[in-house]
């Protein structure tokens, strides 16, 4: 098992920046591919970034790309989300995820954190 918790949320401008950690602990970090997911308020939970193992493979959504930087750092135990130009509908609880395989669906995803609340205003 893994144990995640996000850090880094917060209030921010839009055109601001934020960055998020997920600091994991458990079971051996390097084995997982990590995951972004966010929830709005009334809309279901989307997949926003997926980061392999390795790290040598990445998705991101269509509405963050460009924007948005998944990075892992395995020596720390850590992934990381680099949000640019956050706009007001990027406003969401993001929580990472971790499963035994990069995926970019979300039923793949057994290990999830609580979650930390991300507000761009306007």
């Known amino acids: 098992q893994v144990q995640l918790v996000e850090s880094g949320g917060g209030l921010v401008q839009a055109g601001g920046s934020l960055r998020l950690a997920c600091a994991a602990s458990?079971?051996?970090?390097?084995?997982?591919?990590m995951a972004w997911f966010r929830q709005a308020p009334g809309k279901e939970r989307e997949l926003v970034a997926a980061i392999s193992r390795g790290g040598i493979n990445t998705y991101y959504a269509d509405s963050v790309k460009g924007r948005f930087t998944i990075s892992r750092d395995n020596a720390k135990n850590t992934v990381y989300l680099q949000m640019s130009i956050l706009k007001p509908e990027d406003t969401a609880v993001y929580s990472c995820?971790?499963?035994?395989?990069?995926?970019?669906?979300?039923?793949?995803?057994?290990?999830w954190g609580q979650g930390t609340q991300v507000t761009v205003a306007s």
């Open positions: 995820a971790a499963a035994d395989r990069y995926s970019v669906r979300q039923y793949d995803y057994d290990y």
């Open positions: 458990g079971r051996t970090f390097s084995s997982y591919g």
